[in-house]
């Protein structure tokens, strides 16, 4: 079955940078791509943006456009996301989403960004 | 960016009776391909969203089918014939028809009486 593992929690000040992993088994990684999608505290979910495993495009939410890199590892099966200049509002949960129609979500982990 | 306005934004229910969600969008969700690209997504407390129904109304392999969507165009609803104890938490929509971005619901919180 599919199933997508992700790094642990991050505890970043401001103006750092995080890069969180999502490590993907039960399916043809490189036929496929990774959404990330995150969650600040009590709020609802936000599309950060995907990338394709097969080709390495990629589509950034605008919001986040200048401060995010999504890539991926064939070899491993992995996905990242770097996210750059942190800020308070940045806390969140995030989570790697595969599959047709965003069917199948990692944990999902939890950045927390303060001085 | 296509906008999804979820109601009620709160949904207290009494277990066993049937329960609603609407989701209704700024614009049609029809695709040129003929295909509408609306999804609905459960998260229980203090677990990872997961998927429930997609392309409107085709539920997922191991879903209740006590679960159901329907709608079309810019109307869409998600309903519970009869609500129990483990349908609790945030039942979010989403469409993928008009992407990048992908956009989500508000978010509507079912919870028992």
């Known amino acids: 079955q599919v199933q997508l593992v992700q790094s642990g929690v991050e505890v970043k000040k401001p103006g750092a940078s995080v890069k969180l992993s999502c490590k993907a088994s039960?399916?043809?990684?490189?036929?496929?791509?990774i959404t990330w999608v995150r969650q600040a505290p009590g709020q609802g979910l936000e599309w950060m943006g995907w990338?394709?495993?097969?080709?390495?495009?990629?589509n950034y939410a605008q919001k986040v456009q200048e401060r995010v890199t999504m890539t991926t590892d064939t070899s491993t099966n992995t996905g990242y996301m770097e996210l750059r200049s942190l800020r308070s509002d940045d806390t969140a949960v995030y989570y790697c989403?595969?599959?047709?129609?965003?069917?199948?979500w990692g944990q999902g982990t939890l950045v927390t960004v303060s001085s | 960016d296509v906008v999804l306005t979820q109601s009620p934004l709160s949904l207290p229910v009494t277990l066993g009776q049937p329960a609603s969600i609407s989701c209704r969008s700024s614009?049609?969700?029809?695709?040129?391909?003929?295909?509408?690209?609306l999804n609905w997504f459960q998260q229980r407390p203090g677990q990872s969203p997961r998927r429930l129904i997609y392309?409107?109304?085709n539920r997922d392999s191991g879903v209740p089918d006590r679960f159901s969507g329907s709608g079309s165009g810019t109307d869409f609803t998600l309903k519970i014939s009869r609500v129990e104890a483990e349908d609790v938490g945030v039942y979010y929509c989403?469409?993928?028809?008009?992407?990048?971005?992908?956009?989500f619901g508000g978010g509507t919180k079912v919870e028992i009486k």
């Open positions: 989403m469409q993928g028809t008009y992407w990048p971005p992908l956009t």
């Open positions: 614009q049609s969700l029809v695709h040129s391909d003929g295909n509408t690209y």
């Open positions: 039960g399916y043809t990684f490189g036929n496929s791509g």
């Open positions: 990338i394709s495993a097969t080709n390495g495009n990629t």
């Open positions: 392309k409107v109304s």
């Open positions: 989403v595969t599959g047709d129609y965003e069917a199948h």
